[in-house]
DNA sequence: ATATGTGCAAAGGGTTTGCAGATAT
DNA sequence: ATATCTGCAAACCCTTTGCACATAT
């Protein structure tokens, strides 16, 4: 419910944000390019340097997350649970994989290998889908 | 041996492309104004236009592998066998971290689910290094 | 009523391009 | 000798900023 995710931060509700939020959505991984031409057809007064700064206020309040891929603009998604991108070199396609166990895995050999204390992980595999093999 | 690496792939041997690798070498992970503003030292003429163009064909070569981490430009560094990069949120430093193992097997999860064909892995790892704890 | 958010236009940065002269093969 | 590379300047993005007006609380 993004208006319970806006309010929770102290981000005022407004048309931009939600058109915003719901073309993430509707998308999963979308570049902010990507979002102004969608959201134009629908609300032709919205202007690309708001949706620059509530991409950039909504990831503060870690509601969105940015996302960025091999030879790729960065794009946007919803602040979801830790998960892989696969994406695929042919036709772009991103596929999103929750792995916990292996993700944990990695993890914890690299704090066990470096005496860092991780926080996050951002991985990203790249691949031919099954469509295009 | 940076001069076959160039040969190899049909590219000139010229002063400006082994300074550029050089500077990459000496860094591991640096980004394109870290290599002007350090080259200019001892090659004044050097243009940021050259650092461009060529670090697009070596890249193009794989003989320099691009990376990208949250929250800044992007760097470069030599192609080197698959690894982590450990990044520290406080100070910025970045670990490299071979561990074959643990990314093989998160390879092999996400193709199992996935009937991806997978072909490389970028993992970056957020934490905090063993100094800034 | 007040703090925040929006849209516009201008400014700012980073990156790419075209071209003439220089250099590696 | 020739294809490629370099450096310069201009062009071209994409992103940020300042400000006046509008809107959510």
Redesign the pocket.
Known sequence: MF?KM??DN????????LAILKEIQKFGHI???EIYENIKES?P?????????????MQEARIVDEVKFPNQ??RYELTKNPHIHLVCEKCGSITDMELETPIQALKDACANTSSYKIKEASIVLIGICEQCQ
Chains 1, 2 share one sequence.
Do not use: D, F, G, W
């Open positions: 208006e806006l309010k102290h981000l005022k509700i407004t048309p931009q944000r570049s902010i390019e609300n007064s919205m202007s690309l340097a708001t949706i620059y700064k509530n991409l950039a206020s603009k960065q």
